[in-house]
Nanobody, 123 residues
Framework: QVQLVESGGGLVQTGDSLRLSCAAS????????MGWFRQVPGKEREFLAA????????YQTDSVKGRFTISRDNAKNTVALQMNSLKPEDTAVYYC????????????????WGQGTQVTISS
């Protein structure tokens, strides 16, 4: 059984940075592709970034715009999302997700989800 727990969210000002972390429990973390998504009230959950077990990476260009960086540490069973130059529009609940082997840009193709961590950016 796989469990994912996000951490690192909080309240920051416009232009600040945050580093989110997702800790995974269970066997075979290195075989999972990991993704980061976010969601605000009234909108669909939005893909941000994904990373495969071979460290192939994909970003959602329209929302990330070069400000976010995804990484993973298989020895520690964690995946991180470094967020820089934050804007009020980045305010959302951020979720970590996992699926076997290949990554996907479609939230419906992920099998495991964390409970989310709130990120709020004030102007």
């Amino acid at each position: 059984q796989v469990q994912l727990v996000e951490s690192g969210g909080g309240l920051v000002q416009t232009g600040d940075s945050l580093r989110l972390s997702c800790a995974a429990s269970g066997r075979g973390f290195y075989t999972y592709a990991m993704g980061w998504f976010r969601q605000v009230p009234g909108k669909e959950r939005e893909f941000l970034a994904a990373i495969s077990w071979q460290n192939r990476i994909a970003y959602q260009t329209d929302s990330v715009k070069g400000r976010f960086t995804i990484s993973r540490d298989n020895a520690k069973n964690t995946v991180a999302l470094q967020m820089n130059s934050l804007k009020p529009e980045d305010t959302a609940v951020y979720y970590c997700a996992a699926r076997k082997w290949n990554y996907s840009l479609d939230k419906a193709e992920y099998d495991y989800w964390g409970q989310g961590t709130q990120v709020t950016i004030s102007s």
